[in-house]
């Protein structure tokens, strides 16, 4: 009993960090439950289905508020309900070492952007086959991780020239089905303790809701940007150091 409350404390003030600074915690999520004892691939089933539990919601209300523009959405969304849960699927058969390799450059890149980086347009898209690659690209590697995908989409197409604020609402809008998809595709071949689920998945609402209504208020993007990126810095490093130490 004492390690549900742990992890449900974890989960909670991750959450609530992360959602200030508007993103999920699943990736961050994921590597604290591997340090602390639970397989790699456990984990990132628990990290997918918390961060579509915190997410969803907004999916819903974009599409009630007729924010989606759905001519945008509608191939990056099927590409990545189809390639999520197969890059899930794919993952049992990869090499777990290599995967936790990959994991961990994703956080090395999701931490840069964070403290780093500048989104800047490199190339002006056109047409509708880009957003297919794209939805297929980033929902393979997503399942593969167990991540949404969100870290990766957003910068993907926004470097790609589409506007951020049609960017933002697209990935706030796919990524959390994406996710749950990959969620469940995880849970047909892992055994997952339902508790230990449900205790980080309502952990995680509460964390996102309080870090949601918390980000209106005066804080400072900047720096809660940069505390997250710190953290994931953290988080890759020690990836990093135990990715040498079992390669040597």
């Excluded at 599409?63 to 509608?74: E, G, I, T």
């Excluded at 994703?106 to 297919?132: D, E, N, T």
């Excluded at 590697?141 to 995908?149: F, I, P």
Aim: a positive charge.
């Amino acid at each position: 009993m004492g390690d549900y409350f742990i992890y449900t404390i974890i989960a909670f003030i991750l959450s609530l960090v992360f959602s200030m600074g508007g993103t999920g915690s699943g990736i961050a999520l994921i590597p604290v439950l591997n340090f602390m004892g639970l397989e790699f691939v456990v984990a990132k089933a628990i990290g997918l289905f918390a961060g579509a539990s915190t997410t969803i919601t907004a999916s819903v209300m974009n599409f009630k508020r007729k924010v989606l523009d759905l001519s945008f959405v509608w191939p990056i969304a099927l590409m990545m309900l189809i390639f999520a849960p197969l890059g899930a699927y794919i993952s049992q058969f990869f090499n777990e070492h290599y995967v936790k390799f990959f994991f961990m450059l994703l956080l090395f890149y999701s931490a840069s952007m964070m403290m780093f980086g500048k989104k800047k347009a490199i190339y002006k898209a056109k047409g509708r086959a880009i957003l297919f690659i794209s939805g297929a690209f980033v929902g393979f590697l997503a399942g593969m991780l167990g991540v949404g995908g969100g870290n990766i989409l957003m910068p993907l197409l926004i470097l790609l020239g589409y506007e951020p604020k049609r960017v933002a609402v697209t990935v706030s809008s796919v990524v959390p089905f994406a996710a749950l998809s990959s969620f469940f595709t995880y849970a047909s071949y892992v055994k997952l303790d339902w508790i230990l689920l449900l205790c980080v998945m309502f952990a995680s609402i509460a964390g996102g809701y309080l870090g949601n209504y918390l980000m209106h208020f005066k804080l400072d993007q900047n720096k809660t940007k940069k505390l997250m990126g710190f953290l994931l810095y953290i988080l890759a490093f020690k990836m990093l150091y135990n990715f040498v130490i079992h390669t040597i």
